[in-house]
């Protein structure tokens, strides 16, 4: 018992917490990447002050869900192989 409410806090914290602080890097990174159409981004940093401006805080946490739902699987597999 001591061993799964070790492994759900791990997950509490390197899933939820540490993909809700660093998932913002990867919609700058997807936008500079997919960008073919128009060059309105020219940065990081341009990338993540327009997208904020424009969209708001929402749209830089736009792929949280689907980011957490697949960390989810990930752990599953990992607590398995291990218990």
Excluded: I
């Amino acid at each position: 018992m001591k061993y799964l409410q070790v492994c759900l806090a791990e997950l509490l914290d390197e899933g939820v917490c540490k993909q809700s602080v660093f998932l913002f890097p990867e919609v700058a990174r997807t936008r500079l990447r997919e960008e073919t159409v128009q060059k309105q981004y020219r940065g990081f940093w341009q990338t993540l002050q327009r997208v904020h401006a424009k969209e708001g805080v929402r749209a830089l946490y736009a792929g949280l869900p689907a980011q957490l739902v697949r960390q989810v699987n990930s752990f599953v597999v990992l607590v398995g192989k291990h218990y």
